[in-house]
């Protein structure tokens, strides 16, 4: 199986720069997804590694050779599409089959290939019927035998689950990625669902504007952001951001200003801030803020029970921030309460590029 | 008064679609009962509808003299059936290409396309006689079958190429990844999943060319002779025979409409697509 990588790649449609000097390394038989909202140039950026759209600019490898001007066969990739994009006139084994019989496969090894794809898939029993004849989960478990028969070198995956319902969505998650561990192949997914993109991938690359922000593991970008733009993306609910100044007014015990709130931070981060006097961009995941004891004052403005926990939002003066709590927990909106929060766990930013303030470990 | 706005809106949907279905039937019923009554009913202000007026005599006629309309229609199928088999031929392969293939100047080629369907007939009928009589081939069902090419072609490659384009590109994209050239894509993928609309394209061909009267005055004489012609037999120079040209015409529309009534609801697919979910 191949790797893949893409060098400086450019896509423009006339006045229209949808990728922006993109640069990815797959490696061999790593399952990678490409995450971002719509508009974020993801899907284009599948298209040019299946071949079906050309970079404007710069260089696709696959296992260090350029395939820029080989059609989407030449590059041995299989690609299952957002809509299925199943043939409507041809039969489950009909269209499973159809690349077989381009190739010239004798009727009995297409037979045998789609029929084994057929049992792998809980297909075997719809191989006669047409795909309006089949629920939304069987036509897509189709379009994914369509593309497991040829034995490809590459998946592509264009947000196959997003028409499913939720529960289809899980189960056929959990269904590609116990493929992907069977077979082993080289895979690149196209998602804009963060919880699928965390939970099947090796590594997630976070797209925006066209550019990529981010990759790397789920852990890394989940608690790891590198830019203020990949912390509010990843991870429900989105974290609110604070703008804070650094107040060194107390001698060497540097707090944040956040409104009328103080934050505390570690020794470390006021090393990392350095002499800065510029305001700084805060956040923090909602599992280590706490609500109760001493902690900064604020106002409970929205609570909302999930079931193994309650998201609580607490705002003061234009700012806010979110805190998990575990379990069922009973507050009222618009009564006060004490948050304080974890200061190993809070994460800067440079307020005018957006980047992370890294401490150094 | 959401109920009553309801029945309202129902009401209004109602009168509308009996006000087309009469427009639309209207005129094939006059044609029918104008077929079956005797020409001094007809001719009568207003026709004298009592059951005495009606005959058979007109259709008995028609039939007598069925040498003529018989070999016209023979030619009308000819004609018709070879123009709208070529016009769909050549036609959906290059309404096709200009839709999805990177053609150099598409667009002027397209509008050339349909610039040949601008000139009046009048204008090119003459040059065209004069261009045919020198090939010998006036009075024959080849020069029908080319001149009617000309202006169903145009129509048929705009027609097929609004609809290829309105088809989602992800059946063909699948098929490109799955291996297929274009024109296996166009062959065993666009095409069978476009049956509705050739059919809708062809059915508007083939009653283009069978209706078409003014290049079948000009063009043919005897033996080529297609159905209007022979229809417009019946109006004589001293009398025209109202009941006998109505049975005639009545006669020529059936094939016509009874096609449209087997073919319904792919025509009416044809039109409707561009819906489908790929």
Redesign the interface.
């Known amino acids: 199986m191949p790797s893949i990588e893409l060098i400086d790649i450019n896509k423009s449609y006339g006045a229209v720069h949808v990728c922006k000097g993109i640069n990815l390394t797959i490696a061999d038989r790593e399952f990678v997804t490409l995450l971002g909202s719509s508009g974020c140039g993801k899907t284009t950026t599948l298209n040019m590694i299946?071949g079906?759209d050309d970079p404007t600019s710069g260089d696709i490898l696959m296992d260090g050779r350029r395939v820029n001007d080989l059609?989407?066969?030449g590059r041995d990739?299989?690609?299952v599409?957002?809509?299925?994009?199943?043939?409507?006139?041809m039969t489950v084994a009909g269209n499973m089959g159809?690349?077989l019989r381009?190739?010239n496969f004798s009727p009995a090894e297409i037979h045998e290939r789609v029929g084994a794809a057929a049992s792998a898939l809980d297909l075997s029993h719809v191989l006669d019927r047409y795909p309006s004849q089949l629920s939304g989960g069987q036509q897509q478990r189709v379009a994914i035998g369509?593309a497991i028969v040829r034995h490809p070198k590459v998946f592509l995956f264009d947000e196959p689950f997003s028409n499913l319902d939720a529960a289809l969505r899980n189960r056929m998650r959990a269904e590609v990625k116990e493929l992907h561990l069977r077979l082993g192949v080289t895979s690149i997914f196209v998602t804009h669902d963060q919880e699928e993109a965390l939970s099947i991938s090796d590594r997630v690359a976070i797209m925006r504007n066209g550019s990529v922000e981010q990759f790397g593991t789920p852990e890394d970008v989940y608690a790891d952001p590198e830019t203020v733009e990949v912390a509010r993306f990843i991870g429900t609910p989105q974290v609110e951001i604070l703008e804070c100044v650094i107040d060194r007014s107390n001698g060497s015990n540097t707090v944040l200003r956040c409104g009328s709130a103080s934050l505390p931070i570690t020794a470390r981060q006021a090393v990392a801030l350095g002499t800065r006097t510029e305001k700084v961009l805060v956040t923090i995941r909602p599992e280590y803020v706490t609500i109760g004891g001493q902690g900064t004052s604020a106002t409970i403005r929205d609570v909302q029970p999930t079931g193994p926990s309650t998201l609580v939002k607490l705002g003061w003066e234009g700012s806010a921030i979110m805190a998990r709590l575990n379990g069922i927990v009973r507050l009222t909106v618009g009564e006060t309460a004490h948050f304080s929060i974890d200061p190993m766990q809070l994460m800067l930013f440079d307020n005018e590029s957006g980047r992370r303030i890294k401490t150094k470990s | 008064m959401a109920a009553r706005q309801s029945i309202l809106g129902r009401a209004g949907i109602v009168l509308a679609l009996v006000v087309f279905v009469f427009a639309a039937t209207g005129p094939i019923v006059w044609l029918l009962l104008s077929s079956v009554l005797q020409q001094q009913a007809l001719t009568s202000i207003p026709p004298d509808l009592s059951p005495s007026s009606f005959t058979l005599a007109n259709y008995l006629e028609v039939f007598s003299s069925a040498a003529q309309l018989g070999r016209a229609i023979i030619n009308s199928l000819i004609v018709a059936t070879f123009t709208t088999a070529l016009a769909i031929i050549l036609g959906a392969p290059a309404a096709y290409a200009l839709a999805r293939l990177e053609i150099k100047h598409a667009g002027t080629i397209l509008l050339m396309v349909l610039a040949a369907q601008m000139f009046p007939a009048i204008v090119i009928a003459i040059p065209l006689f004069i261009t045919a009589s020198k090939l010998g081939l006036i009075d024959t069902k080849l020069l029908l079958i080319l001149v009617y090419l000309s202006f169903n072609l145009p129509i048929v490659i705009w027609v097929l190429r609004g609809f290829f384009m309105g088809l989602p590109l992800g059946l063909e994209r699948a098929a490109r990844v799955d291996g297929a050239s274009p024109l296996q894509t166009f062959l065993r993928i666009v095409l069978p999943i476009s049956l509705p609309s050739l059919f809708a394209a062809a059915i508007f061909a083939f009653i283009e060319a069978w209706n078409e009267f003014f290049f079948a005055l000009i063009m043919t004489r005897q033996t080529a002779q297609t159905v209007p012609l022979a229809i417009s037999a019946f109006a004589g120079q001293y009398q025209t025979m109202f009941g006998q040209m109505m049975a005639a015409a009545a006669i020529s529309v059936a094939p016509i409409i009874l096609l449209t009534i087997l073919l319904r609801n792919t025509i009416l697919r044809g039109f409707a697509d561009g819906m489908l979910k790929g």
């Open positions: 299946a079906l059609e989407p066969v990739v299989a690609m599409f957002q809509n299925y994009a199943l043939y409507p006139h159809f690349n381009l190739r369509r």
